[in-house]
């Protein structure tokens, strides 16, 4: 049954129609969610007792760092999809995803640093979360480079498939590395266990540019996999008719 | 199984550029590093181990390099998938080939030059055990990595793969902590054989699947 529903609305034509009729409404409502929450953050909320103004990087870096990682773990439920049901999308999505992803994970990487600066006295630390967010990001530029050494665009699909699924093994390590290590970096505010450590006129901001960030990100996804799709199959009639 | 490995292993031996060569960089990083530097001002036990890691790291990188290369440019790798029905365990004897003439030696060699720098003697023994284990993880991934680019040359691949030896590297550091500090040494070696274990079982069908999309 999944097997057939993945079949039926994985061909990169009605990707392309589809995304085409949400496009709009997703970069909108995403670009609106993300400047609320920007100006909500760091306009109208309250300064933080210890780290002062500083802390008001958080609704960058939080909602970054968040989609730095889920980006991967996307790229790898597409990689097995590609793997186990040969679906094409699926590759063209990973291919696409990976610069969104190597790009989100730069600006986490890069807020971090400057966050470091006031907090821990430093741009940089061989921090255990840091450092796994710097494998990550290398990660993704592997997996950009390596497709891109391919001229069997199908071959680079199914071998870049193959190292994001086995890539995967960083996500949890990143996600647990503050709990496992001593590490200059605080634990996670926010847990489903035990709720959240943040003053509510904080948190509100800090959700809507979570939610801002994420949506602004699938309509980068979806602009840029578009981009991919239309170059791959340019030969195609559909592409054709469609440009 | 048998027969492939003893194959494997006679091919290997009679390379001596491709085992030896790697061995001899490693001892030659190993004494260099210290004449590299003022050791009256520093204390050398302190961090040399840490070289001794980041040497294991490199020369692993080096020497899987080209594990599957010949094979493949030779045809004999499209031999051995088209006759063998279990490819994966050509694989394995390579990977494991390539980890006893080459990661056992490295380990010895990092244990010899660890009780020159002021480990215990008898501490030798988890520090050999503890290498020859990272030696397995990461010889298993960088000949995954290997496999990646096998035509488009392998060091892209490996490359690729380099930053999933960090979590190895970090354990390995680890561990040389618990065996300095005298507590929890089981704990981390529980975790590196468990990580040995699966990696060493499961790398290779990963490692076939990646080379059968070569020869496809």
Known sequence: MFSSFVHRFSSPKSYVEITRKFFPYISLFGFLLLLIGWIWGLAFAPEDAVQGNSYRIIYLHVPASIFAQLVYFFMSICALIHLVWRVKLAAYLIKSAALVGAMITFIALFSGSIWGIPTWGTWWQWDARITSTLILFIMYLGIITLHGSFSNLEKADRLMSILVVVGVVNIPIIKKSVDWWSTLHQSASITISDGTSIDPSMLYPLLISIFGMGLTLISLG??????????REKNKKWVQSYV | MIKIFQSEFFKLRKKLRTWLGPLLIMVLVLIAFPLSIDISQYDLNRFYFSIIVVALLMISFLSTEGIFLEDYED????????????????????????VLLIGVPMAGIGSVFSILNGISINEVPKIFFMMFLSNLLLFNLFAFGSSLSINKGAILGVLATLPLALPIIILLGRGVRTIQHGIGFEGVMALMVGSGLLVASITP???????????E
């Open chain 1, 222 to 231: 979806i602009l840029s996999s578009k981009f991919y799709i239309l170059t």
């Open chain 2, 75 to 98: 045809g004999s790798l499209e031999q051995v998938y088209l006759v063998e029905q279990d490819f994966y365990k050509f694989v394995l004897a390579k990977v494991l080939t390539f």
């Open chain 2, 205 to 215: 069908l990963i490692i076939s699947a990646t080379l059968k999309t070569h020869l």
